[in-house]
Nanobody, 124 residues
Framework: QVHLVESGGGLVQAGGSLRLSCAASGRTLSSYAMGWFRQAPGKEREFVAGINWNGRATYYADSVRGRLTISGDNAKNSVSLQMHGLKPEDTAVYYC?????????????????WGQGTQVTVSS
């Protein structure tokens, strides 16, 4: 069992930056692929970024590539999402998730463990 807790969300102006963190307990994250997803009001939860189990490969949705960076910290058993150049359309609840897959899937169903989410609001 993996317990995930996100932090770092908040209100920021367009063009600003935020860093989201996801702390894990229960098991080491080095055995899992990790992903960040987001869900805006009235929309389905969508894949944003992912990192494979050994941290050597990262993946991004086209809408965020070049602005968001996912990274893992094995020492802290955590994964982070650095966000720059934020846009109002980035407003959503952001979730981190852990997958038993060694690769980095982008579908919700491929992830077993989920955090409770953290709200990111970008004002125009």
């Amino acid at each position: 069992q993996v317990h995930l807790v996100e932090s770092g969300g908040g209100l920021v102006q367009a063009g600003g930056s935020l860093r989201l963190s996801c702390a894990a307990s229960g098991r080491t994250l080095s055995s899992y692929a990790m992903g960040w997803f987001r869900q805006a009001p009235g929309k389905e939860r969508e894949f944003v970024a992912g990192i494979n189990w050994n941290g050597r490969a990262t993946y991004y949705a086209d809408s965020v590539r070049g602005r968001l960076t996912i990274s893992g910290d094995n020492a802290k058993n955590s994964v982070s999402l650095q966000m720059h150049g934020l846009k109002p359309e980035d407003t959503a609840v952001y979730y981190c998730a852990a997958s038993n897959s060694r690769a980095c899937p982008s579908k919700n169903d491929d992830y077993t463990y989920w955090g409770q989410g953290t709200q990111v609001t970008v004002s125009s």
